[in-house]
């Protein structure tokens, strides 16, 4: 017998940090009232709670006064978020991460969290001790959200780790929330599997958990009943232990991948059908560079609110970014998405020579982050870098045509990686054939970094610290691959 559905309806957007870049592509930078405006322009879209990834495993102790201000922003974003809109407040935790030493050296905005974690041994008493009163420390600014969501991996496990250990961890993590405030949700988000990526840092080859593990997780977690608490995912694993009413659906990847270079996402039906598979809690999507990725924000809202989308929908919705301009931009947004370079060079123009007094915010406004002429340079910086690939990806296989058209692609990823300051992995694969044809040993070296490990490691380093190793590098993926495309174009001259 199925569960009477809880009461919730959760619409969500998980507001992702782990990259640091520049304001206002990384939320780690986002003030005050640009969470007000972008709460504002979300709310009236139809979502109702946010999930919001602080980077409390990075954080070291003592502080730095960046730390400490971030800390007390959210405090505050959590009161307007409550007290304006109403929107439910729920914060991700890592299972069993901590910070290393030396992450102190920069500050919170500009922090690589590969550079700064460490796994903890969940089967270590005194490790595990210290992890949660760290943490209870960090959360008390925190203490009025709704609740905390624990992933179970990507990032955490660690080698040889059972189950029960990850269970256990969410008890700990349980009493200390209770300590906390009384009545903070706990929700468990299955993904990869605890023992599944903890094999990864066991052999370098990423596995993900089987569903006898996952079964047996969850299992766990029922017994241990953690009230109150819920469940990310992992619907069909509830509906056979009767717990299915716990679940909310976090339909992941259908508004932007992650990792992502930032690019705006348009068209197909992924994040708007994908959206309308609910659990019975309900659904969330998710981002990373959230004003680059308001067509498929407002796709995922129209789904999981049982409206149309249509040409004209889309129209409208960006009426009411930039009044009279709705057209212009839809058009730009499908075009990025096509193959024609010479369509989006002209875009790419029309869209520069727009005027300030055609660039007004309109009803949706806060999505723009105070900013309409940036919204539109940044459309048009995106459509002349996606024409340089698509020139290259076309180029005659001749050594001065292919020359010319990495020089264009070099001259326009820079232009627009200078504008949002991003640096992680990079995955294009129109990019990277294009680049594989030049045969450049300095591409080709960063192009085949990898997250996985395989044997043999590098000389003194066990599977663990290859893979943690692995991960650190592709930080900077970004940016190393705009150092070999540079030292191509000069080693060709």
Known sequence: ?????????????????????????????????????????????????????????????????????????????????????????????????????????????????????????????????????????????????????????????????????????????????????????????MHAGWQGWSRFYETGQLILGTPEEQTDVLTRVKALNPEPWGIANGLPYAEKLGIASRVIRFNYGLIEGEPSFPRTNFGGEAAYKGSQEAGPRGVLGNAQTHCVQLPNIFAFSRGATGRSLTDSDYVDFANDLIPGQGKQIVQAWKNLQGSDAAVMLSDSGALQALTDDQLTSGNLGGLLFGSPRRFVTDLAMQLKLRAAVIKLDKAPDTPKALKTALRGVTQALVTWQHQHGYQNNYWDPELHRALHRLKSPEIDKVLNITYEAKPPFEAGRTAPQQVAANFATIETYTTQLITAMKAALKSEK
């Open 1 to 189: 017998m199925k569960e009477a559905p809880l009461p919730g309806g959760i619409v969500g957007l998980y507001v992702h940090q782990h990259w640091p870049y520049n304001h206002p592509y990384a939320a780690r930078t986002w003030t005050v009232e640009d969470w007000r405006g972008f709460a504002d322009g979300i709310h009236k879209l139809g979502y109702n709670t946010v999930l919001v990834w602080p980077m409390l495993e990075i954080m070291p102790d003592p502080l730095t006064s960046s730390d400490r201000a971030f800390l007390a922003r959210m405090h505050d974003v959590i009161d307007m978020l409550h007290s304006e809109f109403g929107m439910r407040v729920y914060f991700c935790l890592c299972p069993n991460i901590h910070f290393r030493s030396g992450a102190a050296r920069a500050s919170f905005t500009t922090r690589h969290y590969y550079w700064s974690d460490q796994l903890v041994n969940p089967a270590d008493p005194k490790a595990m001790q210290d992890l949660i009163a760290w943490r209870e420390r960090l959360l008390k600014p925190l203490a009025a959200c709704d609740g905390i969501t624990i992933i179970d991996s990507d990032p955490g496990g660690y080698a040889g780790s059972k189950n029960e250990e990850f269970v256990h961890l969410l008890g700990e993590h349980r009493k200390m929330l209770d300590r906390l405030r009384p009545g903070i949700e706990l929700i468990y988000w």
